[in-house]
């Protein structure tokens, strides 16, 4: 798929706070792991982390909130509802969004350019968000 120039985005795993804690298939050398930050940026007590078990790099490659994420869903009657979700699938559902929103506005970038923009330590700005002279969200 990366050849294609498409994302292999996948959720880094909610097996924090161990070190050393990546899991298949985001640890695979062609993924990109995307952890979860809390409400104050910095890395969700519960994310992955440590480097990858496949090609020892560091886990997860990007960080995104997962931490009480509003989200659309049904109710148990069929109604749309929304409400907060936590976890390493939602942070990646939203990188996702961002490298899609990337994709449309600089197609010219090749893939690794778009997810270098959203790689930052955990608590930093994202280089893409540091560009545009905006500051660290302090709620997911």
Do not use: I, W
Request: with cysteine; aromatic share 4%; hydrophobic share 40%.
């Amino acid at each position: 798929l990366r050849a294609a120039g498409m994302h292999v985005v996948f959720a880094a795993g909610n097996g924090g706070p161990m070190e050393n804690s990546s899991v298949s298939p985001a640890n695979n050398a062609g993924a990109f792991a995307v952890g979860a930050l809390d409400g104050q940026g910095q890395m969700a007590l519960f994310s992955s982390r440590g480097v990858s078990a496949c090609d020892a790099r560091p886990y997860p490659d990007a960080m995104a909130p997962g931490e009480l994420v509003r989200t659309a869903d049904l109710s148990p009657g069929g109604v749309p509802v929304t409400t907060m979700g936590t976890g390493t699938s939602y942070a990646a559902a939203v990188a996702s969004g961002e490298l899609a929103l990337l994709l449309q506005a600089r197609p010219e970038l090749q893939p690794t350019e778009r997810e270098a923009l959203l790689r930052a330590l955990p608590g930093e700005t994202k280089p893409l968000l540091r560009a545009l002279g905006v500051g660290a969200r302090s709620q997911p």
